[in-house]
C-alpha cells in the first residue's frame, strides 16, 4: 500500500491537535456510521448499500489519509466496542416475546445450529486449504462466522492471528447481510424464524442487525442463533478445527 498522502500545513496542525483528544474516535464513528446510515435509508434500504460496509471503508480511509495509527482511533472508539455487551443481552427481550414459539422450534433449531456452525468451520478450512492457505490462516478462518470477541479468542488458541480473525469475521457479517435476501427469496425461504436464524448462525452480530431492520420476529431468532453459535463454538472449535488443521 502506498505512503497516505500529507494534508495541507494547517489541516495537519488541526488534525494533530484533535487526535490528541480519545473521544476523536467516537465522534468519528458516530458522524461516519450516521452519513452511511442516511445513505441505506435513502437507497430504500438497499442491502448493497450496508451502512457497516460504508462506515468501514470510510473509516479506514480517513485512518490512511491521515496516518493515524489504529490504536489512537480506537482511544475512543473503544466506547462503542463496550456497547457491544450491554447490546448482546439485550437482545433477549425481543427473544422473550417469542418464547411460545421458540418452545415449540427447539429441537429443529438445535438442528441447525450444530450443522451450521460446523459446515462454515469445515468449509472455511477447506476453501482455504484448497487455495494454499497457511496454517495460521486456516486457523484464522474457522471462527469468521462468530462473533467478533468469541472469534479472536478461538483463533488465538488455536494457531491463528486474532486480528485477522477481525477482519474476516467482519468481512463474513457484510457479505451475509448484503447477500441473504437475495439467497432466501432464491431459495424460496419466507418464514422470518428460518431467516433470522440463517442469518445470526453465518453472519453473527452484523446480520442480526439487518434482520431486525426487516422484522422483530426475524432479528429476535437472529440474535439466538449469533448467541448460542458463539456457546457452540467456542466449546466445540478449538478440538475440531485443531483436528482438521492436524490432519491437513
Known sequence: MSAPLPLPAP???????????PLLGLTLTLLVYQGAFVLYRRSGFNPLANP??????????????TGTPYATYFEGAQFVHFLLGPATVALAVPLFEQWQRLRRLWLPLLGALVVGSLSATVT?????????????????????????????????????IPSLTAVLVAGTGIVGAVTARSLFNAMRIQDPTVRGFALGTAAHGIGTARAFQVSEEMGAFAGLA???????????????AGALLRWL
Do not use: H, N, R
Open 11 to 21: 489541516l495537519a496542525d488541526i488534525w494533530v491537535y484533535l487526535s490528541a483528544t
Open 52 to 65: 457497516v460496509a460504508i462506515a468501514v471503508a470510510v473509516l479506514a480511509t480517513l485512518l490512511w489519509l
Open 124 to 160: 472455511a478450512i477447506g476453501v482455504g486449504w484448497a487455495l494454499g492457505a497457511s496454517k495460521a490462516t486456516l486457523a484464522s478462518l474457522a471462527p469468521k462466522s462468530v462473533t467478533s470477541p468469541v472469534a479472536m479468542g478461538i483463533a488465538e488458541k488455536i494457531g491463528g
Open 226 to 240: 449469533m448467541g448460542l453459535s458463539a456457546l457452540f463454538s467456542a466449546l466445540t472449535l478449538p478440538l475440531l
